[in-house]
């Protein structure tokens, strides 16, 4: 039997958590989270994380899965999600997906056999020494010798993925390149309806403005404050790269006033959902709806015909 899922996703600040639950009440639905930065234990303010209120409304899956120290991969993403997809179709509930994250959205409903590369710290702490001793220039350098086609994509001061990608090459003897053009596309496990919610630029910048205002208020400082000086995470953790806590470090280091902080992390914000909108608009599949002018309840209903469609094609 086919399984179909709901995908609801959009730029920052477009809605999608208020409207996922909308949607969970209405259609015996449960939520799969699907953001790269409320996968993490203790930030919840700067990544919008649904509130303990929205969280006993309905259940919600993949949040707080990781420590912020801890790197977390969309493979990780990937089999996760796919657990806990399998689980809401078990209690006979819709699964909702709803975030912002394309890649893990693509990577659900796309999927891809994974590169096998193993980790190997030793290599790894060998790259990260070399970068401490001799600089990201001389490491890039190393990238564009191993591993040209990956250099081109990788831009020198990503000193992460440099060095995943000269792990990849030690590891393997392969370019990280030549390993992703071997990868075959798994077929879909699901079916889907892919939902993407947008509005008026100006309204969208002003609404994420108005947001990043709410968070100060709501005590963001004080949060990557705690985080920080309790040693729970420092600049170069993965998680502390997201929008809304990286800002806060040249604050820190007195670099920056707080106003000036505030508006970095608004206009870092605004770029973001224009890279958002720019990545959704490769989905052919998608189906654009602006959440302002539309409703709620269009939206639903366009929702609910689909599903009852391709359950009468199921029969």
């Known amino acids: 039997m086919d399984k179909t899922i709901l995908i609801i996703t959009g730029p920052t600040a477009s809605g999608k958590t208020d409207f996922g639950i909308y949607c969970a009440r209405k259609l015996n639905g449960e939520i799969v989270s699907c953001d790269s930065m409320q996968i993490y234990k203790d930030l919840n303010i700067g990544t919008a994380k649904p509130t303990q209120t929205e969280q006993s409304q309905i259940k919600h899956y993949m949040l707080d899965v990781v420590n912020p120290k801890e790197d977390f991969s969309v493979q990780q993403y990937v089999l996760q999600a796919e657990k806990c997809i399998d689980e809401i179709f078990k209690k006979n509930k819709l699964p909702i997906i709803v975030g912002g994250t394309g890649l893990y959205i693509r990577s659900l409903i796309h999927p891809y056999s994974f590169c096998s590369s193993n980790k190997d710290d030793k290599i790894r702490e060998h790259y990260n020494n070399v970068l401490k001793e001799k600089g990201k220039e001389y490491l890039y350098s190393l990238l564009k010798e191993k591993d040209f086609e990956a250099s081109k994509k990788i ?8 060095i995943r990608a000269l792990e990849i090459f030690d590891t393997t003897g392969k370019s990280k390149s030549q390993l992703n053009g071997n990868d075959e596309i798994k077929q879909n496990k699901f079916k889907y309806i892919l939902v993407v919610l947008n509005m008026d630029r100006q309204k969208l910048y002003e609404k994420i403005n108005k947001r990043v205002d709410d968070m100060l208020s709501r005590g963001l400082l004080d949060e990557i404050k705690n985080l ?7 600049k170069n953790c993965q998680s502390m790269q997201a929008i809304g806590y990286k800002e806060f470090f040249d604050y820190f280091e007195n670099k920056i006033t707080l106003e000036q902080t505030i508006d970095l992390i608004k ?39 689909r599903l009852g469609k391709i359950q009468n094609d199921n029969r």
Do not use: C, P
Not at 268 to 294: C, M, P
């Open 267 to 305: 206009t870092n914000s605004r770029h973001y959902a224009k890279r958002q909108l720019t990545f959704f608009r490769g989905f052919d599949d998608a189906v654009w709806f602006d959440i302002e002018k539309d409703g709620k309840e269009r939206i639903l209903k366009y929702i609910e015909e």
């Open 228 to 234: 920080v000086d309790s040693k729970i995470v420092d």
């Open 155 to 162: 831009h020198m001061n990503d000193t992460k993925r440099i």
